[in-house]
């Protein structure tokens, strides 16, 4: 292979490098703009009578979905992480495995705690409080 | 080709090189990136958990709301420029990281200053954001009577609104979210502030050349993805203090 052809791959090569950079970039721009637009859907349902909880729920895992999407997109491809040799995205890889269980166990545990509060201990059956006007006022040190 | 593929395979555990195929300095960064993720991910989650545990918790559209040298009410717009900065900044240090392996002195002087420049935005943005929620005083219905909060680690006036006295005010909110909020923005903000000086060392030794004797680009990579961490870490902040 001659010194200019080993040239001509080498540029080609570096141009499809600063594409695919540049390719991460606009993902990652129209992932954040596309959160952003669902983010103000929930602020404007919140804003209406009767907000659907269910589907702001659901557009909150769109919007978790799609963090998870840039945070792939920013390792890979920013970190070239994706370049690297598979064994070793594995030793970084199984350790983070853990996030699953971490999540699922404490979102979990917040969860039951604040039923054991509202029904002290399952002795009683939950009253959600309705706001009243004037609502009863809160003491300066007391928590809610 | 097979053969030789198997035979680099066996070869990449039978000694004299690194196995993973990256540097000493390379690996040790990412493990401990890993750790680090590790903390924060303790921090959101720790949040998510006592988030959960209460009924209530405040309304973010209406916490981050203002924007510099206007009143009007703009949710999610100051917080979406600081995710730019800060996106925007990931590229152009990849960038740099790029200019590196081609061992171009100048375009990789060029980049790491935009990436500078770009921590030192954000680290501005939040800046103004903490004075703002800090200082900023509003109305509160405690004990009965009208009191003036700023947003701090042991006063949260974002409660739920009441009619008092003719006028909507409200009331306290979880004392948790001010600790949450600056703790955890104040982390990243560190992080982003020790970036942006490891950026700085960076910039002043390819000025003068170092890298270019060495003959390779490494320590721009160590930096760059320390750098990227931090943006990656941001992505998370955003998600679950601004957006859900």
Redesign the interface.
Known sequence: MSATTTNAIEITH?EA??KR??KA?WI??VL?II??G???T??NM?LGPNPNHVLILGI?GV??IL?LA??FY??S???H?GD??R??IL??GI??LI?IW??FV??Y???S??NL??TDAGSRPYIE?V?????P????G??? | METALARSKTN?WSGGKS????SYGK?MM??FL?SD?FTF?AFL??Y?????????WV?H?YVFNKFPFTEANL??AFV?LM??IL??S??T???AV?EGH?MNRKGVEKWMLLTILGGLGFLSCQAWEWTHLLTHQHKV?????IQYWATTTSHNPW??E???NGELVR?????AFGGYFFGITGFHGFHVFTGVIINTVMYIKTRLGHFQQRGHYEMIEKA??YW??V??VW??V??CF???
């Open positions: 570096d490098q600063v950079i540049w970039f990652l721009l954040t959160e952003l669902l983010g103000l929930i602020y919140d909150k919007i978790c963090t840039k945070a920013i390792i491809i920013f970190m992480l690297e040799v064994s070793f030793t970084l350790p983070a996030f971490f999540i404490f979102i545990d917040g969860n705690f604040r509060r509202n409080k706001e009243q006007h004037p609502a006022a809160m003491k300066a007391e928590k809610n | 990449l196995p993973f195929n990256v690996l990412w493990y890993m993720s991910g989650i720790s998510g958990s006592i988030r959960f545990s209460l009924n209530r309304d559209n949710p999610l979406s995710t730019f996106i925007f990931s590229v240090m990849v960038l790029h081609k219905l405690v004990d009965g009577a409660g739920p009441v009619i008092f009331t306290p909110g979880p004392v760059g993805l990227h961490f943006d990656l992505v998370f955003f998600l601004y957006l859900i």
